[in-house]
């Protein structure tokens, strides 16, 4: 029951139309994606996902991710605003994978985002096109596991300018997407200047990883999950060099950029999670129609009613919040959006765990078995309650936010 309000019939169409690819080449396959996945090597790419692709592009339904604020002359994307592209990426966050076969997967879109609004010609010409078209993909390596990744000031990665090169020096982890064989790039955030006023210390470059001295230590675990092909890398950066030409925008300009890249970035992963939180409502619908317990069907018992209606309930309002931010972004910046972006960051992951958990009740052993989407589903909810800045992060900035706006001084004793 995805609510699209009075939207444009541009919208409505990609909406019928990508929910009927949903339909048609989408949720038949999930167990065929599995299969891909398990058997061979797992760190190759799924041929169900390039099969796939052609069909996506050539129905239009293909780069719909960048907004205009991005991709002012219309180049990249499909020319859709932050509201208008929400209750795409809300279908398309159904099935987890399913994002990649309309080129909308992260962190891609957030890396293009952010080549196609800092880049230079030389970068988007190198880096952009490629991601644009489905050849390679990306990763973002920010989160150290030595230091408080949540507060970036900590983040120690080194980068030193050395004639015209760049020496790269750092430990990073979570580095999503690295996995990947067709990982070509990734950007590295760091430090130009320990000594500069705390938020220019840090710069942003790309780093191709096939760099010398790139070398990935191990793939890590989600719950279990190791999410191949895609996966999350713990990495080592030893004496890498590249061209000073791969700094983004330039030195100690990377907080500026991480809140270009972190508003689009986090309100599509709560649009995703919406569009899990509803399809394990569904399921859960299902289930208690048709199981029957203690003599009746799952539906007739009151808990299980409730259990529905709350989720329902809290659905809507996450919604309602998620849409509402992605307004604000469109129309006064994500900047001055960033109290209703950190809102929804906190809201979005812990409805859908609330309403994932809840169908994992009614479906008993199943729901945390391999033959439903819903234990991956909690454990993907649950890590972006951290992937994206824990809860407590997000619920310091709604509240600065909110006193500021009644005038309260936080500096005064």
């Known amino acids: 029951m995805t609510a699209i309000f009075d939207t444009s019939p541009r919208i409505r169409d990609l909406h019928a139309r990508l929910t009927a690819f949903m339909d048609e080449h989408i949720y038949p396959n999930e167990a065929e994606f599995h299969r891909q996945v398990n058997e061979g090597n797992r760190w190759e790419h799924v041929q169900l996902i390039e099969d796939l692709k ?33 209750p795409l990426c809300e279908v398309m966050g159904r099935v987890w994978w399913a994002p990649e076969v309309f080129n909308c997967n992260a962190p891609d879109t957030g890396n293009m985002e952010v080549l196609a609004r800092y880049g230079t010609p030389e970068q988007q010409e190198r880096w952009l096109l490629p991601l644009l078209n489905g050849e390679i993909r990306s990763a973002f390596s920010m989160t150290e596991p030595e230091v408080a990744s949540s507060d970036a000031t900590n983040i120690q990665g080194s980068i030193q300018r050395d004639g015209d090169e760049y020496v ?17 790039v990734s950007i590295f955030m760091g430090k130009t200047d320990p000594g500069a006023e705390r938020h220019l210390q840090q710069s942003m470059i790309l780093v191709p990883m096939a760099t010398p ?18 996966g999350h890398a713990e990495m080592t950066f030893r004496d890498v060099r590249v061209p000073t030409a791969n700094i983004l925008l330039g030195e100690g300009r990377g907080f500026e950029i991480a809140q270009g890249r972190l508003g689009p970035g986090r309100i599509h992963h709560c649009m995703r999670l919406i569009g899990q939180a509803e399809r394990a409502l569904e399921l859960m619908v299902e289930r208690a129609g048709g199981r029957v317990a203690f003599g009746k069907p799952l539906a ?24 509402q931010a992605a307004h604000m972004m469109d129309t006064v910046g994500n900047k001055a959006a ?31 078995s391999q033959d439903t989407p819903l234990a991956m589903m909690y454990a993907q909810a649950r890590t972006l309650r951290l992937a994206d800045g824990p809860d407590i992060v997000h619920t310091e900035t709604v509240a600065k936010e909110e006193l500021r706006a009644r005038g309260v001084d936080l500096r005064r004793q």
């Open 300 to 323: 007739a018992h009151q808990h299980v009613r409730e259990a529905i209606a709350h989720s329902r309930m809290e659905i809507d309002q996450a919604r309602l919040l998620t849409l």
């Open 168 to 184: 790269i020096n750092a430990r990073k982890w979570w580095t999503s997407g690295a996995g990947d064989p067709r990982c070509a």
């Open 213 to 230: 001295g790139v070398t990935t230590e191990r793939m890590l675990t989600v719950f279990g999950y190791d999410d191949a092909p895609h």
């Open 54 to 86: 052609p069909k996506a592009r050539a129905q239009g339904l293909w780069n719909l991710f960048l907004p205009p604020a991005s991709d002012p002359q219309g180049r990249f994307g499909a020319g859709l605003s932050n509201l208008e592209y929400a």
């Open 338 to 368: 960033r109290g209703q972006i950190a809102a929804i960051k906190v809201v979005a992951p812990n409805v859908a765990l609330r309403v994932i958990d809840r169908a994992i009740q009614v479906f008993g052993g199943a729901g945390v």
